[in-house]
């Protein structure tokens, strides 16, 4: 309900009092300056800055593809997330350097590579069929945030570092949520957040860890993310910079995106049973048959849809341009409303509801699905994202029936990315086809 009190509505209009209606709720802040017309973006100064909303798919066109050169990555963002991302790290790169790291990825990240990754993640999921199968035999839930957390840690590390990070993924986890949550306090903060001693420590955790593991993997011949790195003869600080990019990027937003579509799916029950037929036509699990289960797929991508992990994408103008309509002067921050765009009713039917099987048929505009970004600097990991919660959907329905313990979704906080902040108690039994 809109407030009455004047002071309140002066505080609205006021850069200063904008500002500190994003410090204190960035994902309420893009739901309260939703235009009815989005077809021209939202122009507010918060603080001393000048910014620019956009809830439109062509906005998202024009910047991220037809007028790409004009807009580069948002150095206000950039900044705030260094300690996360590390200063060389993919998250930070443009250019040449950028597009090194993407063609190194892109080489693990063939049908051999994808297989090998399908076979260890199937392995992770089994490790929790135990836990689950005595919850059913005491009628109790299981939360899941913390096993599907470490299924998708666990993972980048076998990605980036060829090494199951199954003894180091609570503390790495909580290092990483911990700078999250201090780059999310910086973002929204007027001034420069001090380097506190919470963020040195979980900085060193994460810095010590990785250290450790690669020294001793390096031995092994099997490639990974870091050896491929080191025979093309990079920097020990550039390599250990897209490490953790590489990790942060890899698990984080992966993981909440896995927890929303867990949530979703144990919702709805015919959904499961559908994803369980599906899976039973294949003899094997690998990728090839994962390639192939189109409902499970569209039901992550759905999911992708509702909740969007990176629920804003941050440019930054560097010469003026035209958007909608509308004159944007060089270093202006543009912000892409990730989730508004998704939910736009003029590109998709019943927009708030979960539709599993929605993706089957094509997108009315190319645009208007901005989960993993678009582009040229489209998420690297798309691939692997996709592999483990479709895998881990897929292995769950296979096995049980759900059902979640609370009828609401998991509370969300903004930090940089979209986290669940409230845990998943879901009640299983043994299905039977």
Not at 33 to 49: A, H, I, M, Q
């Amino acid at each position: 309900m809109e407030s009455k009190c004047p002071i309140t509505k002066l505080l609205k209009q006021n850069p200063i009092g904008r500002l500190m209606a994003f410090q204190n709720d960035p994902y309420g802040f893009f739901d309260r300056y939703l235009p009815e017309d989005t077809s021209k973006p939202v122009e507010l100064n918060l603080g001393f800055r000048r910014f620019f909303f956009s809830y439109d798919p062509h906005h998202a066109q024009h910047i991220l593809l037809d007028q790409k050169q004009k807009y580069d990555k948002s150095s206000l963002v950039l900044k705030k997330i260094k300690a996360l991302s590390g200063p060389k790290g993919l998250i930070q790169l443009q250019g040449e350097e950028a597009q090194r790291v993407r063609q190194t990825s892109a080489t693990l990240m063939n049908n051999a590579g994808m297989d090998r990754l399908v076979e260890k993640v199937d392995g992770f999921i089994k490790e929790i069929f135990p836990v689950i199968d005595r919850s059913i035999e005491a009628n109790e839930p299981v939360d899941l945030v913390p096993h599907l957390t470490r299924i998708v840690l666990r993972t980048a590390g076998v990605f980036v570092l060829n090494h199951d990070l199954v003894s180091e993924s609570d503390k790495l986890n909580a290092a990483f949520v911990d700078l999250n949550r201090k780059a999310g306090e910086s973002l929204r903060s007027i001034a420069e957040c001090p380097f506190s001693p919470s963020k040195r420590r979980s900085l060193n955790t994460i810095h010590s860890e990785l250290d450790q593991i690669a020294e001793e993997v390096l031995k092994d011949e099997e490639l990974s993310l870091l050896k491929a790195m080191t025979i093309r003869g990079e920097e020990k600080s550039f390599i250990r910079d897209q490490l953790k990019a590489f990790m942060f990027a890899g698990y984080d937003t992966t993981a909440s995106s896995l927890i929303f579509s867990a949530y979703l799916v144990a919702a709805h029950g015919s959904v499961q049973n559908q994803i369980a037929l599906e899976a039973a036509r294949f003899t094997k699990t690998n990728y090839e048959a994962l390639k192939k289960s189109v409902l499970v797929q569209s039901t992550y991508k759905e999911a992708l849809r509702l909740y969007p992990s990176a629920y804003f994408l941050p440019r930054e103008t560097n010469q003026d341009d035209i958007l909608g309509g509308v004159k944007i002067p060089k270093g202006s921050q543009v912000f892409l409303s990730v989730r508004h765009i998704q939910r736009h009713p003029d590109y998709f039917d019943r927009p708030d509801e979960f539709i599993a099987d929605r993706f089957l048929n094509d997108l009315k505009h190319p645009f208007s699905f901005l989960p993993f970004g678009g582009g040229s600097r489209i998420c690297i990991g798309m691939a692997l994202a996709k592999l483990e919660a479709t895998l881990v959907l897929q292995k769950l329905c296979e096995r049980y029936e759900m059902r979640p313990a609370h009828s609401a979704p998991p509370e969300i906080e903004a930090l940089i990315t979209a986290h669940t902040k409230s845990p998943l108690p879901v009640f299983f039994k043994r299905r039977h086809l």
